[in-house]
């Protein structure tokens, strides 16, 4: 096999494209919310997933705040919203969520917010949280989950159109790519840069 080296610090475009999901999460009065990437399912029994944050954003600190938080699943048709929504801070709005034009709902068993748009979610209790170099590695049990009609027991993808991550580029600034099944391509223009210590670093 005519392999060629990859550097380290790029493994993690080998796993592109993916399907990010919205983690978001009410605490202290303000509802936040973020694009997570990196992400899986960790147990049958109990349900279990995990969930990759940098520290340094605000979604993280009320998630573990908060003790509890919600997964979204939002097709390709949000994808500029999904953009819109990494690029913004949690820092500055008391509803985030709102500011890029999604609509929060209430789970019904952790009170957390959810996204109504969103084709399926989860309604997670934060059980634990594990240093993972630049990442913390959330641990969530899930307590709740819902889908539409796309979903019985797999995606029906003549119904659901997955929204997929692919990168970024950097052509007259660094934005965000997204794809859907069919190769249609949205690129969305990041306006201000992760606040990843700057040692750490590393572009998606």
């Not at 993280?60 to 929504?85: C, H, P, T």
């Not at 929060?104 to 949280?129: F, M, N, W, Y």
């Not at 660094?174 to 690129?187: A, D, G, M, Q």
Request: include cysteine; hydrophobic fraction near 35%; glycine fraction near 8%.
């Amino acid at each position: 096999m005519p392999w060629k080296r990859v550097n380290p610090a790029r493994i993690h475009r080998l796993f592109y494209p993916q399907v990010p999901v919205v983690i978001t999460v009410e605490f202290d009065g303000r509802i936040g919310g973020m694009p997570a990437i990196w992400h899986t399912p960790l147990s049958f029994k109990p349900p279990m997933i995990g969930v990759a944050v940098a520290p340094e954003h605000k979604t993280y600190e009320m998630i573990r705040g908060a003790k509890a938080f919600g997964v979204n699943w939002l097709d390709f048709s949000y994808a500029r919203q999904v953009g819109q929504l990494g690029d913004t801070s949690g820092k500055d709005y008391v509803n985030k969520l709102s500011t890029v034009g999604l609509e929060v709902v209430k789970g019904k068993v952790s009170g957390q917010p959810l996204i109504a748009e969103a084709s399926a979610a989860l309604e997670c209790r934060h059980s634990d949280t594990h240093r993972t170099g630049t990442h913390e590695l959330i641990i969530g049990q899930v307590i709740a989950a819902r889908a539409d009609k796309s979903f019985s027991n797999y995606w029906n993808h003549r119904q659901y159109h997955p929204l997929l991550y692919a990168g970024t580029k950097n052509e007259k600034g660094k934005s965000w790519v997204f794809k859907s099944l069919s190769e249609k391509i949205v690129t969305v223009p990041l306006r201000r840069q992760p606040q990843i210590k700057k040692r750490n670093r590393v572009s998606n």
